[in-house]
């Protein structure tokens, strides 16, 4: 029942995905290696895939643009030499990237584009896209936490 919902490393096992950013890059390079275990089944499969056949026939590609943008969180988090968040980012880390429906009523009740810039057609995806507010709510915990708020 949950095979639809799978997290991206299930969908794109048994490959494991590996990021490399280098200091003051944008962009990242992609790595894969396989990890053959015996409990594996799709071994004895007699079909072959290339990485970009299978991560297209999974659907992991929206999944990793989300791991990359929390992936900027944990790197802000390491380059500012922070060793635990207090309670109080913690719980507004959880509620933007864990919470979407609770953040929504936060966005909206605080009417929080008065205070960080949203694009008039971006704050309409807000209230009904959890996509888009998952990726404002990534945008804004990095400037709650740490000050780079870049906006959307």
């Not at 207090?86 to 009740?109: I, K, M, P, T, W």
């Not at 008039?120 to 209230?127: G, Q, S």
């Amino acid at each position: 029942m949950v095979y639809l919902d799978r997290p991206g490393s299930c969908r794109i096992y048994p490959l494991a995905r590996i990021i490399q950013r280098r200091p003051n890059q944008c962009t990242s390079e992609e790595f894969h290696v396989v990890i053959r275990e015996s409990h594996c089944l799709g071994f004895g499969e007699f079909e072959t895939w290339t990485v970009k056949q299978w991560k297209q026939n999974q659907g992991v590609e929206p999944y990793n643009e989300m791991n990359d943008l929390l992936m900027d969180i944990i790197s802000l988090k390491n380059r500012s030499g922070i060793r635990r968040l207090a309670h109080r980012e913690n719980q507004l880390f959880y509620l933007a990237c864990y919470d979407l429906d609770s953040f929504r009523d936060f966005v909206f009740g605080k009417r929080l584009w008065e205070t960080y810039p949203v694009e008039e057609n971006v704050l309409k995806f807000l209230e009904d896209d959890d996509i888009a507010l998952m990726q404002f709510g990534i945008e804004w915990i990095k400037h709650q936490l740490f000050g780079n708020f870049r906006g959307i």
